[in-house]
């Protein structure tokens, strides 16, 4: 029903920037909340931003100042604008999508367990 595709990803010294994308395959873009979570090599997966519908964001204090998380509700689409990238950013990076939890606590949106949907990720690189 739902597909997820990230582009974006690729090799960038630190201090740099980079913006990934993703596309949602589906008819009910504007039913979800929007994320990027990543998994650093032996490390579990982790949050990293949401946007919900509304254009209200959400971000894990490391990120903070550093990235930028967007939707275009026309396109079906939804980018995060990194920019001054640190080696520990280095990750394999997940578009994923859950169910607008609606008036439901916004910690759901945090936790890579409720994520319904997943793209394949896309490896982000940050050199030192």
């Known amino acids: 029903q739902v597909q997820l595709v990230e582009s974006g990803g690729g090799l960038v010294q630190a201090g740099g920037s980079l913006r990934l994308s993703c596309t949602f395959s589906?008819?009910?873009?504007?039913?979800?909340?929007m994320g990027w979570l990543r998994q650093a090599p032996g490390k579990e997966r982790e949050f990293v931003s949401a946007?919900?519908?509304?254009?209200?964001?959400l971000y894990e204090d490391f990120v903070k100042g550093r990235f930028t998380i967007s939707r275009d509700n026309a396109k079906n689409t939804v980018d995060l604008q990194m920019s001054s990238l640190k080696p520990e950013d280095t990750a394999v990076y997940f578009c994923?999508?859950?169910?607008?939890?609606?008036?439901?606590?916004?910690?759901?949106?945090?936790?890579?367990?409720?994520?319904?949907?997943w793209g394949q990720g896309t490896q982000v690189t940050v050199s030192s």
């Open positions: 994923a999508a859950q169910r607008d939890p609606g008036t439901m606590s916004v910690s759901i949106l945090t936790r890579p367990d409720k994520y319904e949907y």
């Open positions: 589906g008819r009910t873009f504007l039913s979800y909340t």
């Open positions: 946007i919900r519908w509304t254009s209200s964001t």
